[in-house]
């Protein structure tokens, strides 16, 4: 068993009779505790970290809440937030029309270069920032929602509130870390892997509805989905 592995075991049975909120003991505490070397505790809290059993705050360390684990469904993030006790929110970043490029126009069944509306926003859970959203939609057919739709609101609400039926979508996911300016606009280091997700959305009649690339924080989300036979 590794020196690492073994503290990390031991925080984790401090943690388990700690309350969210409450101080994680420091690297020096736990050095001293443990009889092992701060590194050892350096990087058995890293884990612990990533794990998403503990956050920063300042310039402490406390017992974080579990990861909201959302299922892969078509369902909106501000459903499935929702649906976990959780307050969904959304932070502007950008909204403008931008030529697509390649993988967009084949995704939205455009030309390469024909204007698309490109929609991206943080994603917050109980104030915190979980997720960096990029949506592109065909802009003749849901340029009008610029005039009345809320970016800080679902999407998919303002989506099928215009009479569009969702249909299906296929999505991929992979681990990523994060870019120097998506590290900063969800409040993290560019070491904390993320979960990465594109999704193409179409209609019940085959029409693109959107080609999304969704960013989460992987010490804060999981997802789950149900598989039979």
Not at 77 to 98: C, F, H, M, N, Q
Not at 118 to 133: S, T, W
Not at 173 to 193: N, S, W
């Amino acid at each position: 068993m590794s020196k690492t592995y073994r503290v990390r075991t031991e925080v984790e049975a401090i943690l388990d009779r700690l309350d969210e909120g409450d101080p994680v003991p420091s690297e020096r505490d736990l050095a001293a505790r443990f009889e092992v070397a701060r590194e050892t505790v350096r990087q058995a809290l890293r884990e612990l970290l990533v794990q998403g059993r503990i956050r920063r705050q300042g310039r402490g360390t406390v017992v974080s809440r579990p990861k909201m684990v959302q299922p892969l469904s078509l369902r909106s993030y501000t459903e499935g937030a929702i649906s976990l006790g959780r307050k969904p929110g959304r932070i502007l970043v950008a909204w403008a029309d931008v030529p697509a490029d390649e993988a967009t126009a084949r995704a939205l069944g455009v030309g390469p270069g024909v204007p698309v509306m490109h929609l991206e926003r943080v994603l917050l859970a109980d104030g915190e920032k979980v997720g960096l959203e990029s949506t592109f939609m065909p802009l003749d057919r849901f340029g009008s929602l610029r005039a009345s739709y809320d970016p800080t609101t679902s999407l998919y609400a303002a989506v099928r509130a215009s009479g569009v039926k969702f249909g299906s979508a296929t999505e991929r996911i992979e681990t990523v870390l994060p870019t120097p300016r998506e590290a900063a606009l969800l409040e993290c280091t560019t070491a904390l892997p993320m979960i990465l997700l594109h999704r193409r959305t179409v209609d019940v009649d085959e029409e693109p509805i959107e080609r999304v690339r969704s960013l989460y924080r992987g010490d804060r989300m999981a997802f789950e989905t149900h598989l039979r036979e």
